[in-house]
């Protein structure tokens, strides 16, 4: 079976600064993959650069055996790849419904003219909307919050509201940055549960990184770790934590 | 009757037409303050136009006016210099209104242009654009004899009034929130909020930035029209950055993103110019010193720098009033 | 007249380019330092304009004939007054707003210009007309070939070209400019090297005051009138050459200003239309083709 995402000799450069160098991953459909490395070591660049935000300075990117390097953002998440941000961007000033509506936008058809005179298509569809945001809020326990302005709710909300988000637009697979950053234990094994029932019951593979011992180990079925942006370990998570390299990558010599 | 699904705008728009015709009729209200409204109506397209703009879409324009000019001048020569219409006829009306909708379309079109640069530009740069462009339309203005050069395009008839403007200013209003309330203003919105999460939830953020700039200068060249047709008269500093900033400092003061604080703050201020304009003249007149019409907009620059300071989400923040805003479809 | 070309018209061209460089001076120094289009600049030079104006009538009487005196005390006239303004207008404008959104501060920009501008014509003292503009020094001529050169053409490119190589010093050797420098690259970095970094910034503020107040002495005694509203346009196309030279780079800010004078000069000479459009199709251009400028280097925002 073809990968879900298969990616080839990917490398950035940031002028001189060599971000990510010969990165080569291949993700099959409906699994959970983690991504660790210490900081800085290009893991959001590798994001950065599947979602388009960077040009690759080489390398191929193919989803579901289409070539999608150098495609304009929106389209890459059109074709299927939703993310979220390790330094959170979320819509603040509106409320936390329609930091969904807005990601349901590409499915909707209203033409402007429809919108603007309010014909019952339009409606029936805000409607539809309108119902799949309140059921994302709920399923990321947040239905309580649909009014709410985005940017008065707590850090651990926000980032399952950007998760919300990134689901609302239908995606085959998502990328998770850092998604338990700034959680609580209690919250951090919430989000565990959730990422998986997302997998199940949305048919969504996961590709996150993570910094969380207990979720990368918890959840994930296959790890990679890079360091310098250069692959120095990968597999099982009981093998990869035991790796010499890798103990010596996050508690070695460079005094983090 | 459901009293929430009412729909509560043009209830309030119908009841401000009737209490206005009512007072003109009685001449409590004089033909010098129904031209204040009329100009205050005028400034409510211009200053909800510009909104979409900078406060829903959050990019900056600085040129608003540039785009009304484009709208005064082609609807002004329509009717005058090339349809010749006279007020006295009403036949004359349809074409008149075709002219303004001309005017509003080409406007349009230069803002549809004026968007792609401003594709790759944010904030300030945006604005010294936008900026540019108002003066590169100034200058063209200024140069074209046909339409007066610099003594501006003269005789232009009377056909703007009451009815035709608020009609008009109601229409923009409900285009422009029903917009908003769309699948396609949240998307907009989403610009202005996060442009970077805003591509990477689908939305195509370049066309909506053009989008927005667009309809923004169609709403201005339908203002600029009116005006024109209003005034008699449309002149190259009438368009000029000043102006443009008099449009900015409406939105501000009103709040950036609520059209509710758009549409005060244009009739707001459009009485505090008129009335600072009488006040300087009685103050002159008075104590006989020589006290100048430019304090109107000393008093301007001191709001707008005080808006900043001391209150940087204007009237209205954010807010709507639930008089403009739509039922929710549930 | 002859050609557009002409060596007569290149003179021109470099007389108000020297003018515009002055200016776009202090929009690069301003926006180096604060990354503010600094909307009031084009003023201060109208401030230093009218200081030239005042203080040669007041100092005239006192060192009657000594003409090079003269010249020299109303300069400085001009440099304090736009320095003072400048002063004032971030002390009391920009700072507070430091830390808030980018925006706040660029319209507030417009609205501080506005104000200095309305304000003084509403002036009595002042008012909204024009004044013509004492001739400071006695015009003289030589002619070389078809073209003219009077005396101010080598004053205004003298003063210029003095002023630039006092700033470049200034920057490079001095501490304060270093400090300038520090924190126009890292504000946190440089706080951290103990750099009082209000302070660095209101002496950028100054020194770009103090260069416009220069170029509008020059621009009073080269284009003898001034007026309430002379920074706005000279304002606008000093920052446009800031730009084209890109924006934060002082060698850039003289070498779009050169270029902008002459652009300017000849297209004028071509047409008058093209002569008033001129400056903002070449922003235009430049932003569309190169928006970082001729002499910039790349900045990528991190996400
Ligand atoms: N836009 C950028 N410009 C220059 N350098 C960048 C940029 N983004 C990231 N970097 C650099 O690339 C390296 C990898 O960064 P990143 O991918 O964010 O690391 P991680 O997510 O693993 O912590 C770092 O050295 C970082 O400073
Ligand atoms: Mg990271």
Sequence with gaps: MTPLLKIEHLTHFFGGLRAVYDFNFEIPEGSIYGLIGPNGSGKTTIFNLITGIYDPTEGAINFQGENIKGMKSFRIVHKGIARTFQNLRIFGNLSA???????????????????????????????????????????????????????????????????????????????????????????????????????????????????????IMGICEWIKVIDFGETIAEGLPDKVKNDPRVLEAYLGKRGT | MNVRKLPRFLIAVVLFYIVVEVLYRTEILNGYLLHIINLSLIYVILATSLNLINGITGQFSLGHMGFAGVGAYVSGSLTTLILKLSVTNPASMLPFLLSIIAGGVVAAFVGFLIGFPSLRLKG??????????????????????AVGGPRGLLGIPKFSNFTVILVAAFLTVVIIRNLIESSHGRAMLSIRENELAAELVCVNTTRYKVMA????????????????????????????????????????????????GSILAAFGLTFLSEGLRLGIRALADATGLPIGGEWRMVVYALLLIFIMLFRNEGLMGMRESRIIKNVEVD | MGSIFSLQQILNGLQLGSIYALIALGY????????????AHGDFFMIGAYAAYGSFYMFNALVAGRSGTLAFLVLLAAMIGGA???????????????????????????????????????????????????????????????????????????????????????????????????????????????????????????????????????????????????GILPGLKAFIAAVLGGIGNIPGAMLGAYIMGIAETFASAYNSLIGEGIAFAILILVLLIRPRGLLAEKIADKI
């Design chain 3, 28 to 39: 690069t120094l301003v926006y180096g330092i604060v990354r503010l289009i600094n909307f």
């Design chain 2, 124 to 145: 300030d740069y945006l604005a010294i654009v936008t900026l540019g462009f108002g003066e590169i339309i100034r200058t063209i203005f200024n140069n074209i004899d």
């Design chain 1, 97 to 215: 419904i329609d930091n969904i509506r807005i990601a349901r936008h590409y499915t909707t058809t209203s033409s402007l003219f429809a919108s603007i005179l309010r014909l019952p298509s339009f409606k029936s569809e805000e409607r539809a909307v309108k119902r799949e945001a309140l059921e994302l809020l709920d399923l990321m326990h947040l239905s309580n919050r649909a009014m709410e302005t985005a940017k008065n709710l707590p850090y651990g909300e926000l980032r399952r509201l950007e998760i919300a988000r990134a689901l609302a637009t239908k995606p085959k697979l998502i990328l998770l940055d850092e998604p338990a950053a700034g959680m609580n234990p209690k919250e951090v094994d919430d989000l565990m549960r959730l990422i998986s029932r997302i997998r199940d019951e949305f048919k969504v593979t996961v590709f996150l990184i993570e910094h969380h011992m207990q979720v």
């Design chain 2, 213 to 260: 700039s667009t309809f923004g200068a169609f709403f201005a060249g339908i203002a600029g029209g009116l005006l024109a047709h209003l005034i008699q008269l449309a002149h190259p500093t009438q368009f000029g950055f000043i102006k443009s900033v008099e449009v900015l400092i409406m939105i501000y003061a009103g709040g950036v993103g609520s059209l509710t």
């Design chain 3, 84 to 230: 003072s303004i400048a002063y004032l207008t971030n002390k009391f404008a920009y700072k507070p707003l430091r830390y808030k959104p980018k925006l706040s501060s660029l319209i507030t920009a417009i609205g501080v210009s506005m104000f200095i501008e309305y304000f003084f014509s509403a002036l009595p003292a002042i008012g909204p007309s024009y004044r013509s503009f004492p001739d400071i020094l006695v015009r003289k001529e030589i002619r070389l070939g078809n073209a003219v050169i009077s005396n101010l053409v080598i004053i205004d490119l003298a003063v210029a070209a003095i002023l630039m190589v006092g700033l470049t010093l200034l920057v490079r050797k001095t501490t304060l400019g270093k400090a300038m420098r520090a924190v126009s690259q890292d504000k946190d970095a440089a706080r951290l090297m103990g750099i009082d970094i209000e302070k660095v910034i209101s002496f950028t503020f100054m020194v770009g005051g103090a260069f416009a107040g220069a170029a509008g002495l020059l621009a009073g005694m080269t284009y003898p009138r001034i007026f309430p509203y002379m």
